[in-house]
C-alpha cells in the first residue's frame, strides 16, 4: 500500500499521522477512544480519495467536521475553531 501524505495549505507535504489527527480531535473534547474510532474513518476516507497517494489538509479538515456534526455537534464546533498554535 502506498504511504499517505498530507499536502499542507502552503505547498509542503508530511506523512500522514493518525496520532496528530486523534489529539486534533480530542481537542475538540472528544474522548480519544471516540476520537480514535473518527480518526481511522478519515484515514480510510483519506486513501480512498487521495491522488497519487496525497490528500489536501482543507481536504481532511472538512470531512472531520462532516463527521462530527453527526455525532458530536457540539465538539465539531470546537474542532473547527481549533488552530494550530
Given at each position: 500500500m502506498q504511504d499517505l501524505?498530507?499536502?499542507k495549505r502552503d505547498?509542503?507535504?508530511e506523512p500522514w499521522s493518525l496520532d496528530k489527527l486523534v489529539i486534533a480531535i480530542g481537542k475538540a473534547?472528544?474522548?480519544i477512544s471516540?476520537?480514535?474510532a473518527l480518526a481511522t474513518k478519515i484515514e480510510d476516507w483519506a486513501r480512498s480519495v487521495a491522488k497519487e497517494g496525497v490528500v489536501e489538509s482543507t481536504q481532511i479538515r472538512d470531512k472531520v467536521i462532516e463527521l462530527m456534526k453527526v455525532d458530536f455537534s457540539a465538539e465539531s464546533a470546537n474542532y473547527q475553531t481549533y488552530k494550530k498554535e
Open positions: 501524505q498530507v499536502k505547498g509542503t507535504l473534547g472528544i474522548s471516540e476520537a480514535q
